[in-house]
């Protein structure tokens, strides 16, 4: 397991100690999803930000690590499903780590929707995973959230603490979950588990200004990072959108990366 915390310690700034993953696997469960829909011209516009990894489905993976920064980490997501599914928080493995270490990944990630009917047969493929994965030396995210039609709220603190400590019991090396908003809750649990905890932001939210105080918040309540795409690449300008994450997450002096005056292709 030292090799995975090794791998594992590359995807945070030696600076900040903190990671912005931007996850570019929405296309499976969502088609077609505005600004999201390029792959090749997001992946060329994030060479200009201190960005430390990316979330790939292994269609992209396959035809896309070319186009990946050398220095960013790449996350073959191992989970899908569609919206259109019944019930549509339904997730199954499509990937397994082996295909995904073979295409280039250098980690790998499963989703798990917790407390409705299809639970038992997430948790079994995130346990799998997690055996998989360490035998391979590879770390996991668990991107864990709660789910389902009996859930009356799904930020209620209590349930967002329970994904964490899902995650870290069953052998996440990363956890990435929704922010309660319950600074208290929040910081208590990620002191009471060993992975890194990271924030994942949800559809897409029209208030930037708003998301960006929740992640403000999320990090000082003990969040490791952020693992978000919608709430960045579907605004208006996503440049800016990401400089301004990136400088949440770092730092101003990490809002863009060395060298980010070169053009780039548009997206």
Do not use: W
């Not at 989970?79 to 295909?99: D, I, Q």
């Not at 060993?194 to 930037?208: A, E, K, M, N, Y």
């Amino acid at each position: 397991m030292i090799g995975c915390a090794r791998k594992v310690s590359r995807l945070f700034d030696p600076q900040s100690g903190r990671t912005v993953i931007l996850p570019l696997d929405h296309g499976v469960g969502e088609g077609m999803l505005p600004g999201i829909e390029n792959i090749p011209g997001l992946l060329a516009m994030i060479r200009d930000f201190s960005v430390q990894g990316v979330v790939l489905n292994k269609g992209p993976l396959r035809t896309c690590l070319s186009e990946v920064p050398p220095g960013l980490q790449v996350v073959g997501q191992l989970s899908g499903g569609t919206r259109h599914a019944v019930p549509p928080y339904a997730r199954s493995l499509v990937c397994s780590t082996h295909e995904a270490v073979r295409l280039g990944a250098d980690m790998v990630a499963v989703q798990v929707n917790m407390a409705n009917d299809l639970e038992d047969r997430m948790l079994a493929d995130l346990g799998l995973a997690c055996d998989d994965a360490h035998n391979l030396g590879v770390p996991i995210l668990a991107i864990i959230q709660p789910k389902g039609d009996r859930i009356v709220n799904e930020m209620d603190p209590s349930l967002i603490c329970h994904c964490i400590r899902l995650g870290a019991e069953l052998g996440a090396d990363l956890v990435g979950v929704p922010y309660s908003g319950d600074a208290k809750s929040f910081s208590r649990t990620c002191e009471a588990v060993s992975p890194p905890v990271l924030i994942t932001g949800g559809p897409s939210r029209p208030d930037f200004p708003s998301f960006l105080a929740m992640v403000g918040q999320a990090l000082a309540a003990g969040a490791s990072g952020t693992c978000v795409g919608r709430n960045v690449l579907q605004q208006g300008d996503p440049r800016e959108a990401l400089a301004r994450l990136v400088e949440a997450v770092h730092g101003e002096q990490a809002a863009q990366a060395p060298g980010s005056g070169e053009a780039t292709p548009p997206i």
